[in-house]
């Protein structure tokens, strides 16, 4: 994704709540694909894979969060 790892909480903390925004972005893209194409495999598993990505990333975020100063 290209972002280093954070070094403080606050750092931790803040990207977090953009990869928070970016799922909601790709929530709102999946919905808009699905009401122009249906449930197409190729698409909405392409967006959906964004999504656990990124949910994946904010969970080794917290996991880290308690040893950051």
Known sequence: MG???PTTKAEARE???KLQG???????DLAHHKS???ETPQ??????????????EIAKLRAKIPSLP
């Open 3 to 5: 972002m280093s790892t």
């Open 15 to 17: 990207k977090i709540a």
């Open 22 to 28: 970016d799922i909601a972005r790709l929530q709102a």
């Open 36 to 38: 122009q194409f249906g």
């Open 43 to 56: 698409g909405t598993g392409i967006i959906r894979g964004r999504i656990a990505d990124k949910k994946a």
